[in-house]
């Protein structure tokens, strides 16, 4: 089964050593995304911000990977603080509410920066 690794420029991505979207067949997994942009500037300081930032990344990739949100089937939502859930249940449902993926958000002490305050990976299988 032939692999297609998309990049989205992000300089950990070589630095760390992975892909931001892998392909395997119809499977599509998207690393764990941060609400950051190519030069890692933090999209705000509120969960809900971060998090439409980094559903919004996942997005790109999941395109660029010939999928679509819609072709998504699992998401798993890492959090700072337990309290934001609402925050960043708001914007997974703004983007994936009618799809309706299998999802999981549990708190984590931190992420890779201390600013960072959510982390988000989803995967996806592509009919057809």
Avoid: C
Avoid at 115 to 120: A, D, L
């Amino acid at each position: 089964m032939e692999h297609y690794r998309i990049a989205s420029g992000s300089p950990w991505e070589d630095r760390v050593g992975y892909s931001r979207a892998v392909r395997a067949g119809p499977h599509v997994a998207v690393s764990g995304t941060t609400g950051t942009d190519e030069h890692g500037i933090v999209a705000g300081p509120h969960a809900y911000e971060q998090a439409k930032a980094a559903l919004l990344r996942i997005v790109v990739a999941l395109r660029a990977a010939g999928a679509q949100p819609s072709d998504v089937v699992r998401t798993r939502m890492y959090v700072t603080n337990i309290a934001d859930w609402d925050e960043v249940g708001r914007a997974h449902a703004e983007v994936f509410g009618a799809i309706r993926p299998a999802a999981t958000m549990v708190e984590v002490r931190r992420l890779i920066s201390p600013e960072i305050v959510v982390e988000i990976e989803a995967d996806a299988i592509v009919a057809g």
